[in-house]
């Protein structure tokens, strides 16, 4: 989180920025009934996590992250691959999410899984940008 919020900021977040970022996007719903999270290891370690949540009939990722060594390696591709095998078989047939222009690892990415970008779905402080993709 420290590095996303610090890309948010233009600067190295404080931990107090960090731990305000946390609260504002909650996770405590992302298992059960409403949502999964994944994460990625290598030896027992992790190097990649992604949610959903669900919302009605739309799946929402968040949390998509690759540890900066990781990146290129397929690893968050994989993630969100089976992110959209688990909510075809939960019943939504649409994910959407929203991120920033600057996290432009993690656009590229959506872009080469076949996202496009829709109008503004929420009004997240974090977000200026948003994606959809039907399953």
Same mark, same amino acid.
């Given at each position: 989180?420290?590095e996303? /919020?610090?890309r948010?900021?233009?600067?190295p977040?404080?931990?107090d $920025?960090?731990?305000? /970022? %946390?609260?504002?996007?909650? =996770?405590?719903?992302l298992?059960?009934?409403?949502? +999964?999270? %994944?994460?990625?290891l290598?030896g027992g370690q992790?190097?990649g996590?992604a949610?959903?949540?669900?919302v009605?009939?739309? /799946?929402?990722?968040t949390?998509v =992250?690759?540890q900066?060594?990781?990146r290129?390696?397929?690893?968050?591709?994989g993630? %969100?691959a089976?992110? $959209?095998? +688990?909510?075809?078989?939960r019943?939504?047939? /649409?994910v959407?999410?929203?991120?920033r222009a600057?996290?432009?690892?993690?656009c590229t990415l959506y $872009?080469?899984r076949?996202?496009?970008?829709?109008?503004a779905f929420?009004d997240?402080?974090?977000?200026?940008?948003?994606?959809?993709?039907?399953?």
């Amino acid at each position: 989180m420290s590095e996303v /919020a610090s890309r948010y900021y233009g600067r190295p977040a404080s931990s107090d $920025e960090v731990d305000q /970022a %946390l609260r504002d996007e909650p =996770y405590d719903d992302l298992a059960g009934t409403t949502g +999964i999270f %994944l994460v990625a290891l290598d030896g027992g370690q992790p190097v990649g996590c992604a949610g959903a949540r669900f919302v009605d009939d739309i /799946a929402e990722l968040t949390k998509v =992250y690759t540890q900066p060594s990781w990146r290129g390696r397929g690893v968050g591709s994989g993630l %969100l691959a089976e992110i $959209e095998t +688990i909510v075809r078989t939960r019943g939504p047939r /649409a994910v959407r999410l929203d991120t920033r222009a600057e996290l432009v690892e993690a656009c590229t990415l959506y $872009e080469r899984r076949g996202f496009t970008q829709v109008p503004a779905f929420n009004d997240e402080p974090y977000s200026d940008r948003w994606y959809a993709k039907d399953l």
